[in-house]
Structures are given as C-alpha cells and as structure tokens.
C-alpha cells in the first residue's frame, strides 16, 4: 500500500476529486461544487488529499481564519476517509499533517464540528487529542438549500 499526502489549492485539482466528495454528500452535482469552490477558495479553503496509487482515498477541507476568541485557527472541514479504506491510518495522516500546517502558521488552535449522533468520528477526533469545548448551533433557513 503506497499513500501519498497531497495539499489541493486550486478549484480544478479539488474538482478532480468530487467522487469522494459524494460520499459525505451524495446529492452534489459539478456544478454546485464549483460554485461553492470557486467562493470558498478566495476565502483560505483548502483540501489535504491522501492517495493510494492514483486514487484518492481519504479528503478534507480546511480554512484558516481569525476569530476574536482563539486568535488565528484552522477549520476542519467535510473530512472524509473512504469506507473501503478505514483503519489504514489515513485519517491520522490528515490530522496529523493539519496540526503541523497549524503550528506552522501561528495558530492557537484547530476546530472542527461532527454530527451529535457521528460515534464513530467522535472517539477518532478524541483519539486524536480533539475535545468538545461547547456547542454549535443552527437555525435552519432552507433545507432545501442543502447538499
């Protein structure tokens, strides 16, 4: 097994990867994908990439950002470890690649949300060193809007 860590930084090569973006979210279409990137990457979004071989086998957005309680921070965003492919590490390797970009970068922190009822993510971020320090609230405005 060869797995290659790769950063995305432009909307074409984190279009290449849209099937695994399907997994989390299986009603995206191109076209909405490239709108939403074409937005998101002016603003400090970015995808790591593990690949096995040729093929891409675990992804995950991160912003870098500041907000006024933590400073300077990078969000965790849509990570996703394809289910064929769990428990090789791969997750690990994008954590751990995120948390040495973080300390890189000055920031005091990296953050991250996962559904209430996501068990499985859960004890993997705890395992991980990640702790739920409070709530994220929602107010819905349009479901159908979602992905």
């Known amino acids: 097994m060869q797995l290659k860590l790769v950063e995305l930084i432009t909307v074409p090569e984190m279009l290449a990867q849209i099937e695994v973006m399907q997994h989390l979210y299986p009603k ?41 309680w933590t400073g300077k921070y990078i969000e965790i965003d849509n990570f996703i470890v394809h ?10 390797m994008m954590t751990d690649y995120i948390d040495v970009k973080a300390r890189a970068e000055g920031c005091t922190a990296i953050v991250l949300d996962a559904f209430t009822g996501n068990f499985t993510a859960h004890r993997f971020y705890y395992n991980q060193g990640y702790e739920p320090r409070g709530f994220h609230f929602l107010k819905m405005l349009n479901e159908d809007g979602l992905t």
């Not at 979004?45 to 006024?68: H, M, P, R």
């Not at 289910?83 to 690990?92: A, L, N, T």
Request: charged content about 25%; glycine content about 8%; overall charge neutral.
């Open 83 to 92: 289910s064929e492919h769990r428990s090789k590490g791969i997750g690990k």
């Open 28 to 68: 995206l279409t191109l076209e909405k994908y490239e709108s939403y990137l074409q937005e998101m990457v002016p603003h400090n979004y970015k995808q790591v990439a593990v690949f096995e071989n040729d093929t891409c086998v675990g992804l995950s957005g991160f912003w870098t950002a500041i907000k006024l």
